[in-house]
Structures are given as structure tokens and as C-alpha cells.
């Protein structure tokens, strides 16, 4: 029937945020638990991100550490095709491509 609603499946978005952050592989996990496709987990949350979990001054410093060496180390290119397309965290980049921060200070002996 012309111009009838389109009905859309009710999500509580806090359910999705909450399944990505249990998992190595979040969409995939986020996808089975709601019954969908990893693509549709992606789009949700590229429209609404999840908050960010709040971090301590020491892991803020590591990850301002491990993102800059990733700077340093990998082609801008390779950086954004791991991040923004493949959707890894920078702490998967840095396990996948042996970055890790440089410590602050050299161990004192």
C-alpha cells in the first residue's frame, strides 16, 4: 500500500554498546546476540557511536604513545584502511603490527 509506514525493529541502543565491548570480534558478536548482519551492527553504530569508556591518565599516555609510534611506523594509508575500514582498535593495530608504546623513561637498573 502506497505510502504506509516502513516498520523498523526497535533497538535500546545501549544493548549493541554493550555487546561490542565484550568480544575480540564486536560486530560479529553484536550481529548473532541481535539477530543481524555485522554490516547492520557497523552502521548503527557508525550512527550512534558508543560513549567512550573513560581511561586513566597512564593508558591515555600508552595510547597517545602506541598512536604516534603507529604514525611513525606505518603508511598513512595502511593506518586508515586498519582503523577506519577495518575497524580495529588501535589496540589490535599495534597486535597485528608489533607496535607497542615506547616507555616514557628507560628502565633504570
Known amino acids: 500500500m502506497a ?3 516502513v516498520s523498523r525493529p526497535v533497538v535500546d541502543i ?3 554498546h554493550k555487546l561490542v565491548r565484550q568480544r575480540e570480534h564486536p560486530a560479529q ?3 548473532a546476540v541481535l539477530d543481524t548482519s555485522a554490516a547492520a551492527v557497523r552502521h ?3 550512527q ?3 560513549p567512550a569508556i573513560p581511561v586513566t591518565k ?3 599516555r600508552a595510547a597517545g604513545r602506541a598512536f604516534n609510534r603507529a604514525m611513525e611506523d606505518l603508511p598513512e594509508a595502511e593506518l586508515t584502511r586498519l582503523y577506519l575500514d577495518e575497524h580495529l582498535s588501535l589496540q589490535q593495530i599495534a597486535d597485528l603490527t608489533g607496535i ?3 616507555p616514557a623513561h628507560p628502565t633504570r637498573r
Open 3 to 5: 505510502g504506509s509506514p
Open 14 to 16: 545501549h544493548l549493541p
Open 29 to 31: 558478536h553484536a550481529a
Open 44 to 46: 548503527l553504530l557508525d
Open 48 to 50: 550512534h557511536p558508543a
Open 58 to 60: 597512564t593508558q591515555a
Open 100 to 102: 607497542s608504546p615506547r
